[in-house]
């Protein structure tokens, strides 16, 4: 019995360091979004507005202002958002600006301009319009405890602070967005999965894509990674047009993503990883899974891993010592100015990053990043064999 008690405590105390983390790195997650009707004729000077395509394997909501629930769809859906940021001088670069009130204000706040469905047949028009001569996608699949606004949020955030002019594209998956369905999410991404690699596979074959790059944070990662390995596998390859993914804070189990890896025929995209040994988020992730490690918090410079992550050729950016306003560790890419102009200068651009590049400390340390936060020192290390 006091082996039971103390196991049982132990458990109490778990769960509720999990409630902590996640509610406190969560806090502002909303399923309304705030749409303005004829907003365009009324943004203010100095507002961008990001056009995205979204594909979904969520339900639809017949509640008004929210479109997509938490539950799954029997079949994936298509919708054209377009998300306005507030001007860079009343704003952080790497935070959202969540509407305060009913009547969200475009100068200070993230709103909806534009929420329409979408067909097949509008898919290569819109991809005309947006993506222009460059011919680039940017493919953003979302994490665990995110609902369809948080998620679009996001990537309007990444995309605009980035700088990239891929066009942006949102995958989101059947997340309720609540701290307590992490077994329900985990399924829901794995449910996802086909629809996922149906979305590469169209975006590869398609003559009008030049290349992809595919990103995914926390969790999402397992749906990328799945569906690019059932890709290769029903292919016989991964398409040469998905040229690089990146995966940031990756929620994955290491010994599962190996073999992943071994499934996938050569040659692989290029794949970054950008890791922190602090993320709270899969510290707690690690231990549901069997105390085994998870990529997005593994050591790099250690045995086995340093000589893994060679073999399969993978960048990694080593995050660890960047401070960020995000208490649980878990969103640093999104939320450092110099690793979103990263993702949006380098990556999506498709240069490598390696030697010099990697070592992001020694350019920004002591720079400003949100409140008060600095890099103390070199964030990076690079594991692709150069």
Same mark, same amino acid.
């Given at each position: 019995?006091?082996? #039971?008690?103390?196991?049982?405590?132990? +458990?109490?105390?778990?769960?509720?360091?999990?409630?902590?983390?996640?509610?406190?790195?969560? @806090?502002?997650?909303?399923?309304?979004?705030?749409?303005?009707?004829?907003?365009?004729?009324?943004?203010?000077?100095?507002?961008?507005?990001?056009?995205?395509?979204?594909?979904?394997?969520?339900?639809?909501?017949?509640?008004?202002?929210?479109?997509?629930?938490?539950?799954?769809?029997?079949?994936?859906?298509?919708?054209?958002? *377009?998300?306005? =940021?507030?001007?860079?001088?009343?704003?952080?670069?790497?935070?959202?600006?969540?509407?305060?009130?009913?009547? /969200? %204000? @475009?100068?200070?706040?993230?709103?909806?301009?534009?929420?329409? %469905?979408?067909?097949?047949?509008?898919?290569?028009?819109?991809?005309?319009? $947006?993506?222009?001569?460059?011919?680039?996608?940017?493919? &953003? *699949?979302?994490?665990?405890?995110?609902?369809?606004?948080?998620?679009?949020?996001?990537?309007?955030?990444?995309?605009?602070?980035?700088?990239?002019? @891929?066009?942006?594209?949102? #995958?989101?998956?059947?997340?309720?967005?609540? *701290?307590?369905?992490? *077994?329900?999410?985990?399924?829901?991404?794995?449910?996802?999965?086909?629809?996922?690699?149906?979305?590469?596979?169209?975006?590869?074959?398609?003559?009008?894509?030049?290349?992809?790059?595919?990103?995914?944070?926390?969790?999402?990662?397992?749906?990328?990674?799945?569906?690019?390995?059932?890709?290769?596998?029903?292919?016989?390859?991964? &398409? /040469?047009?998905?040229?690089?993914?990146?995966?940031?804070? /990756?929620?994955?189990?290491?010994?599962? #993503?190996?073999?992943?890896?071994?499934?996938?025929?050569?040659?692989?995209?290029?794949?970054?990883?950008?890791?922190?040994?602090?993320?709270?988020?899969?510290?707690?992730?690690?231990?549901?899974?069997? %105390?085994? %490690?998870?990529?997005?918090?593994?050591?790099?410079?250690?045995?086995?891993?340093?000589?893994?992550?060679?073999?399969?050729? =993978?960048? $990694?950016?080593?995050?660890?010592?960047?401070?960020?306003?995000?208490?649980?560790?878990?969103?640093?890419?999104?939320?450092?100015?110099?690793? $979103?102009? +990263?993702?949006?200068?380098?990556?999506?651009?498709?240069?490598? =990053?390696?030697?010099?590049?990697?070592?992001?400390?020694?350019? =920004?340390?002591?720079?400003? $990043?949100?409140?008060?936060?600095?890099?103390?020192?070199?964030?990076?290390?690079?594991?692709?064999?150069?």
């Amino acid at each position: 019995m006091p082996t #039971f008690a103390k196991r049982s405590n132990k +458990l109490r105390a778990i769960c509720l360091l999990w409630l902590v983390v996640w509610c406190t790195g969560c @806090a502002s997650q909303q399923h309304h979004i705030a749409l303005m009707e004829g907003a365009e004729a009324r943004l203010p000077p100095g507002v961008d507005q990001v056009d995205m395509l979204v594909m979904s394997t969520r339900e639809r909501s017949s509640v008004p202002g929210v479109i997509y629930t938490g539950e799954r769809a029997r079949n994936r859906s298509l919708y054209n958002l *377009v998300v306005s =940021i507030p001007p860079d001088k009343s704003r952080k670069i790497g935070e959202v600006q969540w509407p305060k009130g009913p009547k /969200p %204000d @475009a100068r200070t706040d993230f709103v909806a301009t534009k929420a329409n %469905d979408m067909n097949a047949a509008d898919v290569d028009k819109w991809f005309l319009n $947006v993506a222009g001569k460059k011919r680039k996608l940017f493919v &953003f *699949v979302h994490g665990f405890n995110n609902t369809f606004v948080s998620a679009a949020y996001r990537l309007a955030q990444i995309t605009h602070d980035s700088g990239t002019e @891929a066009a942006p594209v949102l #995958f989101t998956w059947p997340s309720r967005g609540r *701290v307590l369905d992490y *077994v329900y999410d985990k399924e829901s991404a794995t449910y996802s999965r086909d629809a996922l690699e149906y979305l590469l596979t169209r975006a590869a074959t398609n003559p009008n894509v030049s290349d992809i790059t595919v990103m995914a944070h926390s969790m999402g990662n397992w749906t990328m990674v799945e569906a690019l390995r059932q890709m290769s596998i029903r292919q016989g390859r991964i &398409f /040469p047009k998905i040229k690089n993914v990146i995966m940031a804070a /990756p929620d994955l189990d290491v010994e599962v #993503f190996r073999s992943q890896l071994l499934q996938m025929s050569e040659p692989r995209p290029r794949i970054t990883i950008f890791l922190s040994r602090d993320d709270k988020a899969l510290a707690l992730s690690r231990w549901l899974g069997g %105390d085994i %490690d998870r990529v997005g918090s593994l050591d790099p410079d250690k045995e086995p891993y340093r000589s893994k992550l060679k073999e399969f050729n =993978i960048v $990694v950016i080593n995050l660890t010592q960047l401070k960020v306003g995000d208490t649980t560790n878990h969103t640093k890419f999104a939320e450092s100015p110099e690793i $979103v102009r +990263l993702i949006g200068n380098r990556l999506i651009e498709g240069q490598e =990053i390696a030697g010099s590049d990697l070592k992001l400390g020694e350019r =920004i340390s002591g720079a400003s $990043v949100g409140a008060a936060a600095r890099l103390g020192r070199s964030a990076s290390a690079a594991f692709n064999g150069t």
